[in-house]
């Protein structure tokens, strides 16, 4: 066990490592960006994010959940083109269709099974079925997605990405849950209102 984890604390650091070769945020002219409320001098808990320590020892959550170090949780990624975030998946559920605008993501799979893919401007959809150990991309900008198909186990990811900032897009909650007139959607879709609202409501149920 022990040799185990030495291994996948290895492979993670090739994560990170790669992740910042993937960056693409604006250089800054610095060493590193500290914001203006920050008062006293910088010492090395500037740098340091703990927020990930309430995921040590507790209970696996019941439904998908994302644990997020990015800039807005940890100042300290000003300026450095990366961020994370922990991913759990309960078993039969799913990380809906999205996109990151800002970044790619480099997923590193710790625990269980995914199946996970994304779509290219084409409309080609490129899937694979991932192991614990693999590690997939998911270019930027492109929707992608990540589903936990087990139904008995769960599963946990970590996600590297390219920007302090990468952003997140939900496609489902970007088309149906904002002001966008329903015979539009229903045009867009084929469909009609009813069958509009009726989806509206089920994502809001």
Do not use: W
Request: proline share 6%.
């Amino acid at each position: 066990m022990a040799s185990n984890l030495k291994i996948f604390i290895s492979l993670a650091i090739v994560c990170a490592t790669l992740t910042v070769t993937m960056a693409g945020d604006p250089d800054i002219l610095t060493d590193f960006v500290v914001p203006t409320n920050v008062g006293g001098p910088i010492d090395g808990s500037f740098f340091t994010f703990t927020g990930m320590r309430s995921l040590v020892g507790a209970a696996f959550p019941a439904t998908f959940k994302v644990s997020k170090a990015s800039m807005a949780e940890f100042p300290a990624l000003n300026g450095q083109s990366v961020s994370y975030a922990v991913l759990q998946f309960p078993s039969g559920s799913v990380n809906p269709p999205h996109t990151h605008p800002r970044a790619s993501e480099l997923l590193f799979l710790l625990m269980g099974s995914l199946e996970v893919g994304f779509v290219d401007t084409t409309n080609k959809l490129f899937t694979q079925t991932l192991k614990q150990g693999d590690i997939f991309v998911f270019p930027k900008g492109l929707v992608h997605f990540q589903f936990n198909s087990d139904a008995k186990n769960p599963a946990l990811a970590v996600s590297g990405f390219g920007s302090a900032n990468a952003g997140t897009v939900a496609v489902p909650n970007t088309v149906f849950n904002t002001t966008i007139d329903d015979q539009i959607l229903a045009l867009s879709f084929k469909t009609d209102v009813p069958t509009i609202q009726k989806i509206k409501a089920g994502l809001h149920g």
